[in-house]
T-cell receptor, first 113, second 113 residues
Framework: DQQVKQNSPSLSVQEGRISILNCDYT??????FLWYKKYPAEGPTFLIS???IKDKNEDGRFTVFLNKSAKHLSLHIVPSQPGDSAVYFC????????????WGLGTSLAVNP | DAGVIQSPRHEVTEMGQEVTLRCKPI?????LFWYRQTMMRGLELLIY????????DSGMPEDRFSAKMPNASFSTLKIQPSEPRDSAVYFC???????????FGPGTRLTVT
């Protein structure tokens, strides 16, 4: 039972263009969402997060949008750079004190020069 | 500042042997998480500790797996006896109690033959 779904296993984008990575969730009890980036042979690296009380959070080239009614969030990278090529994971936390994160399976982004 | 440190980085062992993975969290972080990553199931939380106390071990697959955190700067994940299906990358992550962002180590790639 995959509560956090990243339906696109891979995405290819031209350098300078926008990358949009999508994530859907099924559990309405999730109240905090995070995006991570992972390079081969390294651990995931935190990118950006958003609380369920917001619908947008921006940090430099990265923006996360949250649509609670659709149970959908997206990560926008503008402009995309070749160094952004990595696997991107969406993760969600349930409301309450448990700090457990539920993870999607990831989307592999390739930014072509 | 040193990040999360994991050892060994690679472990190859034979079925039936005991395996011990080690983790040193970031200094000052009081939550520690053990994950397993496989192609089929992605990132799965095995167990997490808060202030050295196990809080959620619902992801520990079976009694062959055990984890300890004897102090704030060290944790172990032990598999005894190991089986080929335990082959995966095992990550350790830590976080500060005021934030939900987790910081990952580089992982241990375990191969059980």
């Amino acid at each position: 039972d995959q509560q956090v779904k990243q339906n696109s296993p891979s995405l290819s984008v031209q350098e300078g263009r926008i990358s949009i990575l999508n994530c859907d969730y099924t559990n309405s009890m999730f109240d905090y969402f995070l995006w991570y980036k992972k390079y081969p042979a390294e651990g995931p690296t935190f990118l950006i997060s958003i609380s369920s009380i917001k619908d947008k959070n921006e940090d430099g080239r990265f923006t996360v949008f949250l649509n609670k009614s659709a149970k959908h969030l997206s990560l926008h990278i503008v402009p995309s750079q070749p160094g952004d090529s990595a696997v991107y994971f969406c993760a969600a936390k349930r409301a309450g004190n448990n700090r457990k994160l539920i993870w999607g399976l990831g989307t592999s982004l390739a930014v072509n020069p | 500042d040193a990040g999360v440190i994991q050892s060994p980085r690679h472990e190859v062992t034979e079925m039936g042997q005991e395996v011990t993975l080690r983790c040193k969290p970031i200094s000052g972080h009081n939550s520690l998480f053990w994950y397993r990553q496989t192609m089929m199931r992605g990132l799965e939380l095995l167990i997490y500790f808060n202030n050295n106390v196990p809080i959620d071990d619902s992801g520990m697959p079976e009694d062959r797996f055990s984890a300890k955190m004897p102090n704030a700067s060290f944790s172990t994940l032990k598999i005894q006896p190991s089986e080929p299906r335990d082959s995966a990358v095992y990550f350790c992550a830590s976080s500060f109690s005021r934030n939900y962002e987790q910081y990952f180590g580089p992982g241990t790639r375990l191969t059980v033959t």
